[in-house]
């Protein structure tokens, strides 16, 4: 008789292989024709919200990882939360103005200057739109949820509107003005820079010592004494109005081959090996406190100007010669201090980077072209001690990628000092995975200056501001708000399109416009006010969604960047935070943990890999990542990934396989009546149910993912499963031991999919269609199972059990490999109890738990080895082979060969 059809062997339709390239897409059709993402919402309406408020990508370029790492990761965490009972409303977005775009149409042959503003500007929506086309297929591709046919755009007009509103709300506060102080400016891109469009970059630059003769000392310093200042921007010079010191350093004037310097006192040695004077013939004649020298004028050693030395607390004894080179149109600290002394602002470069006219000879010059000549000047006129090379880390526009400079120009800004203390307060709120990233963002805006809203392009929100006929802007919070309802209706077109009288209020006079002669500002707002503004544009203006949101989540560079422009102005509008909690992400590296670049050919391209290997593994694999770091990503790191997938989908093969004739309804047992083993796994497959829920609400994805592999690898296809197929194959469909085991073996199906499904989410649906019994339409329309308590002595007895059953296992290795046995059915297994419990508390036969024939427990077991807790000893079974179930039995009927097969087995297949 061919005992084979006599046993209960999986069946299921679901497939080893997961053909995930061909089946994702169907199945994503499936779910649009469904509606599933809507019917996901009703299902938890009325519930309590949980808002993701999605962070804008940029309209422009192909997906990349670092794309897919962070929409991948908001899907978790709005399918976790779904899947908890939040009411999960998801609205994706994207930053749609800015130079890129400007410089992508160029790059495509659009000429700008043959057609108008208004023209320009419908092709970079039309572009954009293009973009965003590309990229929205490229993240339904991957899985992710939400309301892709009705996403936020910054250049729709009812956003443009919400953010002039935002604009206005600050004006009424007093926090917008204009003014003239240097900036962060990109000769290239000819426009303004934030922070945050800024990268740092090696830049060699010229490092030169530049000697200042007093003009008058002010009865303190004698006239013809050098001041010596050092500086790597030889450029800025003929911009020096002052040299600064600091009012508590000491300063010491020394005579060196004829000539009279001061430089700070706990510098002159560094000073002297620097421009290689020769300090045995230093003399040292006076001794300053930088008190003593404010008020003190300079020559300037270029032109005919005086040079007046000022006090300033950002004078330090870090490097250079303790007096700063103090250019107010060139930098900050210069800017500040030129203020407190009355001192211009003078800025002779051009938006191209060029000397204006101020400059004098140098005028026509561009600004790095000009270091060369400048020194050179310097040296002719005697000033110049010392000329270096150095390499340093330096400020570049992050489009363009060349260096940018600080340049004071006319530009319109946002006081960050009005609202400081109320963004600091709001930031101790905010909740932190990461306490390090509040400190971090603490101490940015604690160090942040004013920010700088306009930008010299077309292509974005105009700044609505209008001037009158003497030049005086006009502030005014009704203005804005009439501006914003004309291009909540018209669209922000309308700017370049009208007549500035035709924008304001009908009959609007003002003081600056006698004759009502009015124009218009033709900067642009700064793209990250754009962004910066989606809590009005979005969370504040569709109904299903709330303000503040519950989590901002981006890249760790968002932290000086979107992060930072909605706080402001949410805080500043609000009066409080965008988000209750702040979330990050670090970059995606290639597997040497290298940044990708098409150079290097380490790029890799999500639609490649989902056309390879389908969406599914790309999700496994940023579960894989500690995405809180820099995460790296190669082809043999997707591989690894892939094999993992592998593993997790035969397990739930095995496990639809051997539940195909089990109803719930009818056969389930009752926790109480399941054999004990079976409470063990019950109980620990609880304890992992337990984890893993905890870790998505601590968004520790990566945990988890180690943590699932550990319970498939070790506690199922080591155990569990392992020794349950003889269970499932051998004994009668009804048997209660295998009804036992099958009632548990459903419980960690249905469950391990529905805490998986977040993640993913594909086969998870599978999954659920090749599950007997389920109820629902969809996997992603379950809740996630319940936690339950957990039975910590039980599960302690049994780890104690695996213990000894290591030691079984590698006495049956070493037998294998001695060829006393081929397979373990073919042992004989002798042991000793161990020493901290008893084998006789573990109720169940002990030969199925080692898959072996025979086992005996004993005092001592002679000839035995011993292990880390106990003896073993491994023969050959005694008896004779089964011939159904392959175990050896000692049974009169098989021995004698009066049958073929175990009693056991005997019994089985007669009742069939």
Request: proline share 4%; hydrophobic share 35%; net charge negative.
């Amino acid at each position: 008789m061919d005992y084979k059809d006599t046993l209960l062997m999986p069946k299921t339709a679901f497939k080893m292989r997961g053909g995930l390239v061909n089946k994702e897409p169907k199945m994503q059709q499936h779910w649009e024709d469904i509606d599933l993402y809507n019917k996901k919402l009703e299902l938890n309406k009325g519930n309590t919200p949980f808002v993701l408020h999605d962070g804008p990508p940029y309209a422009n370029g192909n997906l990349h990882m670092g794309h897919a790492l962070n929409k991948i990761i908001k899907d978790f965490i709005n399918r976790n939360k779904q899947m908890q009972g939040y009411y999960t409303p998801y609205v994706p977005g994207w930053d749609t103005h800015g130079l890129p775009i400007e410089q992508a149409l160029t790059n495509k042959g659009v000429d700008r200057k043959s057609m108008t503003i208004e023209e320009f500007r419908n092709k970079c929506i039309e572009f954009a739109n293009s973009q965003i086309d590309i990229q929205r297929d490229g993240f339904k591709r991957m899985g992710i949820d939400g309301e892709w046919d009705n996403p936020y755009l910054t250049y729709k007009p009812e956003f443009e509107a919400s953010q002039v509103r935002v604009l206005k709300d600050m004006v009424s506060k007093g926090l917008i003005y204009k003014g003239k102080k240097p900036i962060y400016w990109s000769p290239t891109s000819e426009s303004s820079l934030a922070e945050a469009e800024l990268e740092y970059q090696d830049k060699k630059s010229p490092s030169i010592y530049v000697s200042f003769k007093v003009k008058d000392g002010k009865d303190t310093v004698d006239a013809g004494v050098n001041f010596v200042i050092w500086t790597t921007t030889p450029w800025t010079i003929p911009s020096n109005l002052a040299l600064a010191v600091h009012k508590n350093l000491n300063y010491v004037q020394f005579n060196y081959d004829g000539e009279e310097y001061i430089v700070a006192e706990d510098l002159l040695d560094t000073f002297a090996e620097e421009v290689e004077f020769d300090k045995e013939q230093i003399t040292r004649t006076k001794e300053f406190k930088g008190s003593e020298l404010e008020y003190i004028t300079a020559s300037h050693p270029l032109f005919d100007r005086e040079s007046l030395v000022v006090l300033g607390d950002h004078v330090t004894t870090e490097a250079g010669t303790g007096v700063v080179h103090t250019a107010p149109g060139h930098g900050d600290d210069d800017f500040k201090v030129g203020q407190q002394y009355g001192l211009d602002v003078l800025s002779p470069v051009d938006h191209k980077g060029v000397f204006t006219d101020e400059a004098g000879k140098y005028e026509g010059l561009f600004y790095d072209d000009a270091n060369k000549v400048i020194s050179e000047d310097l040296k002719e006129a005697g000033a110049l001690l010392k000329l270096s090379f150095y390499t340093h880390s330096y400020p570049h526009d992050w489009r363009t990628k060349k260096p940018v400079i600080f340049r004071a120009t006319p530009q319109w800004f946002a006081s960050i000092e009005g609202v400081r203390e109320d963004i600091l307060n709001s930031l101790m709120e905010t909740k932190f995975q990461v306490e390090w990233n509040r400190k971090r963002m603490y101490n940015m805006i604690k160090n942040r200056g004013d920010w700088v809203i306009s930008r010299q392009r077309v292509w974005g929100v105009p700044l609505p501001f209008f001037y009158g006929e003497n030049g005086e802007e006009i502030i005014d919070a009704d203005v804005l708000e009439h501006v914003a309802t004309l291009f909540e209706e018209h669209g922000s077109n309308i700017w370049f399109e009208w007549d500035a009288k035709d924008l304001l209020p009908e009959g609007f006079t003002h003081e600056s416009a006698p004759n009502g002669v009015f124009t218009k500002e033709t900067d642009i707002m700064d793209v990250w006010f754009d962004s910066g503004s989606t809590h009005r544009g979005v969370l504040d203006y569709r109904e299903n969604l709330t303000y503040p949101a519950d989590l901002y989540f981006e890249g760790s560079d968002q932290y000086r960047g979107w992060f930072n422009s909605s706080l402001i102005t949410s805080v500043a509008t609000k009066g409080h935070s965008p988000y209750k909690e702040l979330l990050s992400h670090g970059f995606v590296m290639d597997g040497q943990g290298k940044k990708m670049s098409k150079s290097l050919g380490n790029v890799i391209l999500p639609t490649k890999v989902m056309q390879q290997m389908g969406a599914d593994i790309i999700r496994l694999w940023v579960m894989s990542s500690d995405f809180q770091e820099d995460v790296r990503v190669s082809d043999d790191i997707l591989k690894q990934v892939s094999e993992v997938y592998r593993k997790i989908r035969n397990t739930f093969r095995f496990l639809l396989g051997n539940v195909n004739d089990f109803n719930p309804a009818e056969n389930n047992v009752a926790y109480e009546d399941l054999y004990e083993v079976d409470k063990y796994m019950y109980n620990r497959f609880n304890e992992l149910k337990t984890f893993m829920l905890d870790a998505y609400d601590r968004y520790d994805y990566v945990t988890m993912y180690q943590t699932v592999q550990n319970f498939i690898n070790v506690d199922l296809s080591n155990f569990y499963l392992d020794y349950g197929k003889d269970i499932l194959y051998i004994e009668a469909e009804d048997a209660p031991i295998r009804r036992s085991l099958q009632t548990v073996l459903y419980k960690i199906l249905k469950e391990l999919n529905l805490v998986l499904a977040p993640v993913l989410v594909h086969t998870a649906e599978e999954i659920y269609e090749h599950t007997p019994h389920t109820e629902k339409e969809s996997v992603h329309l379950e809740h996630f199972p319940e936690r339950e308590e957990t039975d910590a002595a039980l599960i302690d007895k049994w780890q104690k059990f695996m213990m000894v059953r290591d030691d079984v296992y590698k006495a049956l290795e070493s037998a294998r490999n001695e060829k006393t046995i081929g397979k373990s059915l073919d042992a004989k297994v002798t042991l000793t109890q161990p020493l901290d419990f008893n084998l006789d508390d573990i109720r169940g036969n002990l030969e199925q738990f080692f898959i072996v024939s025979q086992v005996e427990v004993a005092d001592s077991v002679e000839g035995g080895t011993e292990y880390e807790v106990v003896t073993v000893k491994v023969e050959h079974a005694d008896g004779e082979r089964c011939d159904r179930c392959w175990n050896y039995s000692t049974a009169d009927s098989i021995v004698n060969g009066e049958d073929d097969i175990c009693p056991r087995c005997r019994e089985v297949v007669d009742a069939k």
